[in-house]
């Protein structure tokens, strides 16, 4: 008798008597930050220096690499994953003479928790482009580029210059159809529970993750790259992000949904385009953060959303 087959008779039970618990059971293994691996150790990532991040009790700090450059790239991770799994795309960020910044979500990574909601970690990312100030580009992976979307939509600070998107679902209302449950017997009225669930979590319904919807006043020159073979995310997804954006072309790449982070293609393109986008910044007053010792820097460790 397996582990998961027990989890799925317990929620048929559950669901059958208190239907809302049966949600809410459901909601925590949907929002779960933890799917794939335990929290990684607490090592700073090789050549990073710490720094602080404000206004985000969730996300206090993350790491630099090239500090003194000039305008900075900014790489969000995926759900259930942490920021080494953006490791692979530092140096050809770097070698735009960028500093290139990367954090872990909340309850990501070696941050405390298992749970997580959108609305916290697009809050986190909006924290982080406001403590760097000078965000030239900002590059994001699956659900990460929802939240970097959603941060971008409602940011007042310096705008960035170009966005690369890499394997991003074009809303999250398809990632909950798509989801199998991780074991669990998936009703229609417990779809619904569901998403009663996020939305109370979230302070928002779940058609509000809409890339589109979220990206639509945004004029930012956005590469979208999807490897069509993508087992988590649809090819369809991606097409459906660069035909709502103002000014975004997709490029097919390989890889699947996680090491397409990580193929020679993917960094060839990524450079082209950013080489292409990017411009000699302009002066401006946003501080920059200054590296120091933290007391809880970051793992270098790999995740799979």
Not at 80 to 87: G, P, R
Request: contains cysteine.
């Amino acid at each position: 008798m397996t582990s998961r087959w027990i989890r799925r008779h317990a929620h048929r039970t559950a669901t059958a008597l208190t239907p809302r618990l049966a949600a809410r059971w459901a909601t925590d293994v949907f929002s779960s930050t933890r799917t794939y691996g335990l929290h990684p150790d607490d090592v700073l990532p090789l050549g990073a220096s710490p720094f602080t991040v404000h206004g985000d009790d969730n996300v206090t700090d993350g790491f630099l690499w090239n500090e003194d450059g000039q305008g900075s790239a900014l790489l969000v991770h995926g759900w259930a994953a942490n920021s080494s799994s953006m490791h692979s795309l530092v140096p050809p960020l770097r070698a735009h003479g960028l500093r290139v910044a990367a954090f872990d979500g909340p309850a990501h990574g070696a941050r405390p928790g298992n749970q997580a909601t959108m609305t916290q970690y697009t809050h986190a990312v909006g924290a982080v482009l406001d403590t760097l100030g000078d965000v030239r580009v900002i590059v994001a992976h699956s659900l990460g580029a929802i939240a970097a979307i959603g941060a971008l939509a409602t940011h007042t600070g310096h705008p960035p210059q170009c966005a690369v998107l890499i394997a991003p679902p074009a809303t999250l209302g398809n990632v909950l159809e798509r989801w199998d449950g991780a074991g669990l017997h998936l009703t229609q009225p417990l779809r619904e529970g569901i998403h009663q669930e996020l939305h109370h979590r979230n302070g928002v319904p779940v058609t509000h993750w809409d890339l589109v919807g979220l990206g639509a006043p945004l004029d930012l020159p956005t590469l979208v790259l999807h490897d069509p073979g993508d087992p988590l995310v649809p090819y369809t997804d991606a097409q459906a992000v660069t035909t709502g954006l103002k000014n975004a072309r997709l490029t097919p790449t390989n890889g699947g949904h996680m090491n397409i982070l990580t193929t020679p293609t993917t960094t060839t393109h990524l450079t082209h385009f950013t080489t292409q986008h990017l411009t000699t910044p302009h002066t401006h007053t946003h501080p920059h953060p200054h590296p120091h010792p933290h007391p809880h820097p970051h793992p270098h460790h790999k995740g799979t959303p």
